[in-house]
């Protein structure tokens, strides 16, 4: 049996580093086999399924991929998320331009 998907072979390439090098992202693995050790992502893929993916009918995938920014732009910037009090981009204080 092999390594949860967060810990697969495409976490561990020479992209995937030289990605997260070029962004300043530090990557953290999780345990095998115990999704509840990355619970947050695990809700989110949760509610990505229920309110984008499944929530109506699309007649194509491209339909469907073609929904997903304007859904982001909904979950992230209008709806309210009860463990931020808010939505989530009242959080960020880095955005580009808030700073002189």
Same mark, same amino acid.
Request: proline content about 6%; charged content about 25%; overall charge positive.
């Given at each position: ?9 495409? $976490?561990? *390439?020479?992209?995937? =580093?030289? !990605? ?37 009918? $699309?007649? *194509?995938?491209?339909? =469907?991929? !073609?929904a997903l920014p304007a859904w982001l732009h ?27």
């Amino acid at each position: 049996m092999s390594e949860e998907p967060d810990n697969g072979s495409a $976490y561990r *390439s020479y992209a995937w =580093r030289d !990605a997260c090098t070029l962004l300043g992202v530090r990557h953290k693995r999780t345990r095998p086999y115990r999704p509840q050790t990355n619970g947050k992502i695990e809700r989110f893929h949760r509610t990505l399924a229920d309110g984008w993916a499944y929530a109506r009918f $699309y007649g *194509s995938e491209s339909e =469907r991929r !073609a929904a997903l920014p304007a859904w982001l732009h909904t979950y992230n910037h209008h709806r309210h998320h009860s463990a931020v009090g808010a939505a989530p981009i009242s959080r960020l204080n880095n955005l580009p331009g808030h700073h002189s």
